[in-house]
């Protein structure tokens, strides 16, 4: 499923945070919450590895662009077969998610090596997209349910 397609998806919840350490496990309660809300069971085997991915990515960018972005943009979504989200902050870094030859970037050293890692172990897709303005990015996930 591409990124552009997850407006199509019934479920969707966004959440705003300040860019501070607190957001990172508010960002993973409320994803928590959201997938009980739309019926997404707990124990599926994708579930937890999606907590991780957006725990690492909410991590990232209170690490990396708190001084840039004083907000962290956390969306949330489910369909039938996937589940994806996407956090979004206004550092203008992109970081490359996959090397030319394929591989995940920085695997093994945690951090983004981690989320793509989890992420194609599950068959999903891990895209960044860069703001329109060139000063900000999002981090889409897709993972298969």
């Known amino acids: 499923m591409m990124s552009t397609q997850l407006e199509t998806l019934p479920h ?12 990172v496990r508010t960002a993973r309660e409320t994803a928590e919450q959201a997938l009980a809300e739309w019926g997404i069971d707990p124990r599926h085997p994708a579930v937890g590895p999606a907590l991780l991915i957006l725990s690492e990515l909410v991590t990232n ?3 990396h662009a708190a001084l840039f972005s004083p907000q962290v943009t956390v969306f949330y979504a489910a369909g039938q ?3 994806a989200f996407a956090v979004h902050d206004r550092h203008p870094y992109q970081p490359p998610l996959l090397h030319a030859s394929g591989t995940a970037a920085g695997t093994g050293t945690g951090g983004l090596g981690t989320v793509m890692e989890l992420t194609l172990g599950l068959g999903g897709t891990a895209v960044v997209r860069g703001d329109a303005d060139g000063k900000g990015k999002s981090v889409w996930i897709t993972l298969p349910l």
Not at 12 to 23: D, E, G, K, Y
């Open 61 to 63: 960018s209170v690490r």
């Open 81 to 83: 077969d996937c589940l």
């Open 12 to 23: 969707r919840h966004v959440l705003t945070l300040p860019t501070t350490p607190p957001a």
